[in-house]
């Protein structure tokens, strides 16, 4: 498996597309955690504009049925931009593989329509709670030549028994750096032909990662950025990201 560096100069060359699973019901943390707040705005809403950053030919944002104010959120940004596709999962408590397969359904609908079967080479998919992602990262992500390039972090602790955040913040800058409790995941950009080839295979949770691993390791890039560690899943997390300036304290 490659490690890629992060490099302001790299950037995205092909056509892509990109699909966030925005669907969770966020049954642990309380609270819709796309409508938790960053930088004064819905936190779904940052993570479109980092897609629409990327300049994908289209965005696909899969979030639940029966939330009018994260359809209210997406549709806000979709009239100010024509790439986003706004797609309600009826079944969000299914797994995240139910969402990908969605998303992927969708973009297919989009190649049919255009009549162009090779317009999109690559697709970036995206969660929607790694709240210090940033566009640096997707571009790297987007310049790796494998058939597939994933992120890479570490690990949450339990805040209980974290004893030692402040040392290990210090420690998150190396874009090389692998330890040895690395999960490899979202965001990720993936060959659009394979994903669709294996979208009937999508189940559960682990579809994807599952699918990823059976692939030779030369198939498979990594981009490191201990960063993306901190997702948001529980109270704990929640008002740990607060706590550093991730998110606004009215989230």
Known sequence: MNSIVLE??????????????????????????????????????????????????SIVVVIPDKHPAIASAVTELAIQYPAVQAVLNSKPDTGMAGSLYLGIETIASFEIASLDADSIEKVLIMGIDQVSLDELHLTALLAGDQTVVASGYCSWQRLEKHQNLDEAESNKNSATRKPANHIIGLPLAINYKLLKQWQAMLVGDKGLRYLIRRLPADQIGTVINDNLTYDIDTPDQLIYAKQRGWLDEKS
């Open 8 to 57: 302001d100069n790299d950037r995205q060359e092909q056509n892509h597309a990109v699909i966030i699973l925005a669907s969770g019901l966020s049954q642990r943390l309380g609270q819709p955690k796309q409508l938790l707040i960053k930088n004064g705005e819905p936190l779904i809403n940052y993570m479109i504009r980092l897609a629409v950053s990327t300049n994908p030919q």
